[in-house]
């Protein structure tokens, strides 16, 4: 069983920055990958971040260049560097696990919600 809880949302206004931070604790071994989600009112949930405990990563299109994810393994802790942020960023982030033996994020966070004022 794997437990996340996500801490670091909160309201910024446009071009500000935000650090979203991820504890996981339980039974977390073999290789596997931390993702970063959100939902926004009224959209389906998507894909933001993900980062592997190898460090490899990928961004959603929208996202490049602005946010960064990274890790620390010895903390089993996941982090989402979000600058230059946009209203568009609105949304409930949500931390997810994964085994890279499966596309389907198995464990999910609580959310916590990012609010971008204009």
């Known amino acids: 069983q794997v437990q996340l809880v996500e801490s670091g949302g909160g309201t910024v206004q446009t071009g500000g920055s935000l650090r979203l931070s991820c504890a996981a604790s339980?039974?977390?071994?073999?290789?596997?990958?931390l993702g970063w989600h959100r939902q926004a009112p009224g959209k389906q949930r998507e894909l933001v971040a993900a980062?592997?405990?190898?460090?490899?990563?990928n961004y959603a299109d929208s996202v490049k260049g602005r946010f960064t994810v990274f890790r620390d393994n010895a903390k089993n802790a996941v982090y989402l560097q979000m600058n230059s942020l946009k209203p568009e960023d609105t949304a409930v982030y949500y931390c997810?696990?994964?085994?890279?033996?499966?596309?389907?994020?198995?464990?999910w966070g609580q959310g916590t919600q990012v609010t971008v004022s204009s």
């Open positions: 339980g039974i977390i071994f073999g290789s596997n990958a």
């Open positions: 997810a696990y994964r085994r890279l033996d499966t596309s389907v994020y198995s464990y």
């Open positions: 980062i592997t405990s190898g460090g490899s990563t």
